[in-house]
């Protein structure tokens, strides 16, 4: 695939990403091996906002795995599809990729948050969706760092996760991760919506979770 500089800010490289994601799906893929089984990252792009089983399955593994994420909230396919259009596609340092094992979708991971100055940017949404293939997340998001390297001229990544998210945490050392920063949370919940937020200065109580930033 033919890549482009992105040593600065500049609207080119947003656009030659939102390129990337006008592109029909399937037309961006990382071809993976994981102990002699062949996989695929798929890119995302705009046609699959209408592609109904690929939002049913976003909308079933956010369920899932909610528990992780900073917000929780009523999980609809209304809101899913919205969620990708505005969130992902529409989102203009985005890039998410699913996880295709012998045409079989298992999980997705991305990339988020692009620092075109330091040649960086934060690994996003890893959600395991299929329980088997054990190991095959790990290795998807060592084949992502290496094309993100080589196609987008990346040098660094960072990421965030949960304090109690204890099998991410061993995933992500083994990845050459550490930690960097960690930051106090505290959960509130209104209008039906529950959000890890930063705690506020002389909060009391005991800690029960901490946001646990790790660089490469």
Known sequence: MKTTNLTTPSLNALNFIK????RPYGNIK??????????ELLLLTKETTNNIKIVRLLA????????WFLKQFKITLKGTRLWLNNNVIKT???LLFMISVKNKYIGHIGLFRFNFNNHNCEIDNIVRGEKNYKG???NAIAHMMVWGKK???LKKYTLQTASDNKKALTLYKRLGFYESKRTPLVYIKR???GEWIKTPKNYQKK???YNISMTQ
């Open 19 to 22: 390129k990337l994601k006008n």
């Open 30 to 39: 990382i071809k993976c091996d994981f102990n002699g089984l062949k996989y």
């Open 60 to 67: 079933v593994w956010r369920k899932k795995s909610e528990k």
């Open 92 to 94: 203009p340092d985005r």
């Open 136 to 138: 095959i997340m790990g």
């Open 151 to 153: 196609n987008l001229l």
């Open 191 to 193: 209008d039906n919506i």
């Open 207 to 209: 800690i029960k979770r």
